[in-house]
């Protein structure tokens, strides 16, 4: 059944329905004119949004519902990851054409739920309205930090080292290898519908150790370790050769016809998260790191007058170019 069959008030009560959540942080649920939520003492408040748009963020022709929910709320999880905090609930507005299904609807936040719910993150509201180009997804995030842990990209210092977390490059190339065969299923696709935010990562690192900055990788690593370098007023230098790509990147590369390293600088929304530390806490690091997730040193910070450059595999110094994904 189409939703303008339907209607706008039944469809939101099968939303409500299909989101419908126990938790005891939530006062008041979908089906009000707002939702209410229990606020923590002694902590802050982190707000976020991301909205994403059909055929420009997300195709429905290698794309399933599920997976561009799931995407949507990834995108809105790693940010609050990227601040250190605790992801509470979210606020989903659904711009809808008129030809589409009420089951692609609930499809999609079946998608959403079954991410946020990883976290004990309810949606617990939101609006929707007709779009008349195509599906429209906006979610807002609220999550919780406390007040002296909560990172910024602002607080990197000279001498911290900077390191990434897992393997860079797959999510691009998932996105190329399903334009160019829809139905191709393996884990660097998985990478590209799917990508899992760092948000138990982020709470580990920031409890254990000094971080001084923090970013997730939205737009690819050289741009957003531009953005780092521009909001801490500080350069950088990072070197080609500790770059993260896995063995199963340099074969996709090699079959495309790619460089793993470019596509590992620019490959956007890969919501691992870069981050800055204190030289002196590596060992630590390494030590907390051990066995639970991948972390790589790939470079260290410098005073802004040296700019932010990249040490080549050729062993020379250049000025890294911003590369990946922009607005407009």
């Not at 006062?27 to 059909?54: H, Q, S, W, Y």
């Not at 393996?186 to 900055?213: A, F, G």
């Not at 770059?243 to 990147?249: D, E, L, T």
Request: aromatic share 6%; glycine share 8%.
């Amino acid at each position: 059944m189409e939703v303008k069959k339907l209607g706008e008030f039944r469809l939101i009560d099968l939303i409500g329905r299909k989101v419908n959540t126990r938790d005891k942080r939530v006062v008041l649920n979908i089906g009000d004119d707002a939702a209410l939520l229990r606020c923590p003492p002694a902590k802050l408040i982190v707000f976020t949004t991301d909205t994403m748009m059909e055929k420009v963020h997300f195709d429905l022709r290698y794309s399933s519902f599920e997976d561009v929910g799931w995407k949507s709320m990834a995108a809105n999880l790693s940010d609050i990851a990227a601040m250190g905090g605790v992801p509470l609930a979210g606020l989903v507005s659904l711009g809808l054409p008129g030809k589409i299904k009420v089951d692609q609807v609930l499809k999609l936040y079946s998608g959403m739920k079954n991410l946020s719910s990883k976290f004990k993150c309810p949606i617990v509201g939101g609006d929707i309205f007709f779009s008349p180009k195509g599906l429209v997804i906006t979610i807002s995030l609220l999550g919780e930090v406390e007040k002296n842990l909560f990172k910024t990209r602002g607080g990197a210092r000279i001498g911290d080292l900077i390191y990434v977390t897992g393997n860079l490059g797959e999510a691009e190339a998932g996105l190329r290898i399903l334009r160019t065969d829809k139905k191709k299923k393996s884990s660097i696709v998985r990478k590209h519908l799917r990508p899992y935010p760092r948000v138990s990562e982020s709470r580990l690192l920031i409890k254990n150790l000094n971080i001084t900055s923090m970013i997730d990788i939205s737009d690819g690593l050289s741009s957003d370790l531009y953005h780092l370098c521009e909001e801490s007023s500080k350069g950088a230098l990072i070197y080609a050769e500790k770059i993260p790509v896995s063995q199963r990147i340099t074969r996709v590369c090699k079959s495309l016809n790619l460089s793993p390293l470019n596509l590992a600088l620019s490959s956007g929304e890969e919501y691992e998260l870069l981050f800055t530390l204190n030289r002196n806490e590596e060992k630590k690091l390494r030590t907390i790191t051990q066995g639970k997730f991948k972390v790589t040193l790939i470079g260290q910070i410098k005073n802004k007058k040296e700019g932010v450059e990249i040490l080549g595999l050729d062993g020379k110094s250049r000025s890294l170019k911003k590369t990946g994904y922009t607005h407009f």
